[in-house]
C-alpha cells in the first residue's frame, strides 16, 4: 500500500507506458471504462488518472473522440548538465 492517491499510482503506471513507448504519440489510450476494469479501479478513478496525465502534458482529450498520446517535447538534459549553471 502506497500513500500516494490511487489515482496518481494510475498516472504513473500509464506515464510509464508513454516514456518507453508501448503508448505512441497521436494514438488513442485505453478508455476510462477500460481502464478501470483492467486495473480494478473506479472509473473516476480512471478518469482522475486522465485528468493528471493532461495536467502533466502527456496526453490530450479531444471531445466525443477520446484522449490521446502527446507529442512529447524532447528530453530534459541529464541532471549534470542541467546543473553547470
Known amino acids: ?5 490511487l489515482y496518481a499510482q494510475l498516472a504513473d503506471v ?5 516514456k ?3 503508448l505512441v504519440p497521436d494514438r488513442p489510450i485505453p ?5 478501470a476494469d483492467e486495473y480494478g ?3 473516476l ?9 493532461r495536467e502533466r502534458g502527456l496526453i ?3 471531445r466525443g473522440k477520446g484522449s490521446f498520446v502527446a507529442e512529447q517535447p524532447p528530453i530534459d538534459p541529464p541532471e549534470d548538465e542541467a546543473s553547470a549553471d
Open 14 to 18: 500509464i506515464a510509464k507506458k508513454i
Open 1 to 5: 500500500m502506497s500513500a500516494k492517491p
Open 60 to 62: 490530450v482529450t479531444v
Open 45 to 53: 478513478t480512471a478518469r482522475r488518472a486522465a485528468q493528471e496525465l
Open 20 to 22: 518507453s513507448g508501448e
Open 31 to 35: 478508455s476510462e471504462n477500460h481502464l
Open 41 to 43: 479501479v473506479a472509473r
